[in-house]
């Protein structure tokens, strides 16, 4: 079955940096976008970044432009979070997504916190 497996959350200072990694397993990995999200306490979750199956077509929200990047690497069936300048309105759960054949999957998150 599809299962994602997110990790490298934490605590960080502000300014601090942070890679997050999300496992993936179960399905084809390299024929499928891979999508970053984020929820804060009493918020909606929020669309962080999204990748293309090849990695050719990227996108971000306005908030993180310019200090996400993320990555796939379809030999390890990884996609990743690079997070620099992080500010304390990064705090969140962030969750890995993907669309299969009809259905969402998502992992089970990793938390990510900025210190002021």
């Known amino acids: 079955q599809v299962q994602l497996v997110e990790s490298g959350g934490g605590l960080v200072e502000s300014g601090g940096s942070l890679r997050l990694s999300c496992a993936a397993s179960?399905?084809?990995?390299?024929?499928?976008?891979m999508t970053w999200y984020r929820q804060s306490p009493g918020k909606e979750r929020e669309l962080v970044a999204v990748?293309?199956?090849?990695?050719?077509?990227?996108n971000y929200a306005d908030s993180v432009k310019g200090r996400f990047t993320i990555s796939r690497d379809n030999a390890k069936n990884t996609v990743y979070l690079q997070m620099i300048g992080l500010k304390s309105e990064d705090t969140a759960m962030y969750y890995c997504k993907t669309y299969v054949r009809g259905t969402d999957y998502w992992g089970q998150g990793t938390q990510v916190t900025v210190s002021s």
């Open positions: 179960g399905f084809t990995f390299s024929l499928y976008a």
């Open positions: 990748i293309s199956n090849t990695g050719r077509s990227i």
